[in-house]
C-alpha cells in the first residue's frame, strides 16, 4: 500500500511543474496547452498508441470523479489541478485497495513523462550505487526536490519505476553488505575446514 502511494506523489508534481513551464514562456506550444486545459480523450493512433499529450486536468478529474462516485463523495468540481492532486492523494489509500490501482498509477506518472518531455525542468539527478530493493538492477535514482529515490524506469534503462524512501534504501544496503560479509566469513571458514582436513 504505501510503495503504491509513494508512485502517485511524482505524477502531483508533474502537474505543477508543466503549470511553471507555462509561466516561463512556452505559452503558444499546442502541445503544452493541451496538457495545461481540460481535454476530450488523449489522442490514439491506429494501432492504439496514445500519440498526443493527455491533459493533466481531465485525467486527474476523470479519476477523482470516479473516487467520489465509488465513495459516494461529493466530487470536487471547482477543485484546480493543485487541489485535485491533493484531493486524490487523500483517497490514494483507499484506491490502492481498488482493481484500477495500476491504471490510475499508470496515467498519473504518463502525465509526469509527457510533461518533462514537453518542458524538461531543470533537474539535479544523482545515481545510487546500491541495487533496488526490487528489482535488483542499479537503477536508482535520486532527484532533487523529489522525497522518494526512483528506480529509472525509462526503457532505455530498465528499472522497475518503483519508488523508496531513502531509509528503506539504506536499510537494504545495510542488508546486503552484512549478507555479503556473511557470505565471505563462511567462504574463510570453508577454506579453512578444507585446510585442517589435507
Ligand atoms: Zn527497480
Redesign the pocket.
Known amino acids: 500500500m504505501r510503495w503504491l502511494e509513494q508512485h502517485k506523489a511524482p505524477g502531483q508534481g508533474g502537474g505543477e511543474k508543466v503549470s511553471g513551464s507555462r509561466e516561463a514562456g512556452t505559452p503558444t506550444r499546442l502541445d503544452v496547452l493541451a496538457m495545461l486545459h481540460d481535454g476530450a480523450a488523449p489522442i490514439h493512433g491506429d494501432d492504439d498508441d496514445q500519440i498526443g499529450p493527455p491533459s493533466i486536468p481531465s485525467t486527474l478529474k476523470n479519476w477523482a470523479w470516479l473516487i467520489s462516485e465509488h465513495r459516494g463523495l461529493v466530487y470536487p468540481e471547482r477543485s484546480d489541478v493543485a487541489e485535485l492532486a491533493h484531493w486524490l492523494l487523500l483517497h490514494v489509500d483507499w484506491a490502492t485497495s481498488r482493481p484500477w490501482i495500476d491504471d490510475m498509477l499508470g496515467e498519473i506518472g504518463a502525465l509526469r513523462r509527457w510533461a518533462h518531455s514537453l518542458a524538461p525542468w531543470a533537474v539535479h539527478v544523482q545515481e545510487l550505487v546500491g541495487p533496488?530493493p526490487?528489482?535488483?538492477?542499479r537503477?536508482?535514482i535520486r532527484v532533487s526536490g523529489e522525497r522518494y529515490i526512483e528506480?529509472d524506469g525509462r526503457e532505455e534503462v530498465g528499472?522497475?519505476?518503483?519508488l523508496w524512501t531513502y531509509e528503506a534504501y539504506e536499510d537494504h544496503v545495510a542488508a546486503l553488505v552484512k549478507a555479503d560479509k556473511r557470505r565471505k566469513t563462511r567462504k574463510v571458514e570453508a577454506k579453512t575446514k578444507r585446510g585442517m582436513a589435507s
Open positions: 533496488c526490487y528489482c535488483d538492477m537503477t536508482l528506480c528499472g522497475c519505476g518503483g
